[in-house]
């Protein structure tokens, strides 16, 4: 019987957090087409897998966790450069893209990317990104702030410029 509670609260996070996975995907591999892959590929997992969750109040975070490794492996798989495509429109407004924040987003590592994506894409709390990582909340924030020195040093105009 929990199995099955379980597994029904998998299948409602995994629904109402579809547009949350397609974000973070999209975070690592810049690509619709390849951000849609992953988050199916990664609803798949999730809901194949139900039954290794442990506590209902884990849920999301083991998703969060499911889509970055199942991100991960599609660019080990590939071993290529993804290119930034076009922005779609959201539904809401016109997205026009800032290029000088997603060349700076490049120069960020994959851990340092997923923390900020997580942060201030997804609006996680410390504490949840450290637990979506598997790190301490002090390791996530020295992180986070490395990130953002390195961001406000690609985007503050130089000298003569």
């Not at 949350?20 to 798949?44: C, G, H, P, T």
């Not at 637990?131 to 503050?156: C, D, P, Q």
């Amino acid at each position: 019987m929990r199995t099955d509670i379980i597994q029904k609260k998998v299948e409602e996070t995994v629904l109402s957090s579809y547009e949350a996975m397609y974000r973070l995907a999209y975070a690592y591999v810049r690509n619709e087409a390849d951000a849609l892959d992953i988050v199916q590929e990664s609803s798949y997992k999730a809901i194949k897998n139900a039954s290794s969750v442990k506590r209902e109040a884990h849920i999301k975070t083991w998703l969060w966790r499911i889509v970055m490794n199942t991100a991960l492996d599609f660019i080990r798989k590939n071993q290529r450069e993804i290119a930034v495509e076009s922005f779609y429109e959201n539904g809401k407004e016109d997205c026009y893209p800032d290029f000088d924040m997603l060349q700076a987003l490049q120069i960020l590592t994959q851990q340092e990317k997923t923390v900020v994506a997580l942060r201030f894409f997804e609006d996680l709390k410390l504490k949840e990104i450290a637990a979506v990582l598997g790190e301490n909340t002090n390791t996530v924030k020295t992180i986070l702030y490395r990130s953002l020195r390195k961001l406000k040093a690609a985007l503050e105009p130089t000298e003569g410029a």
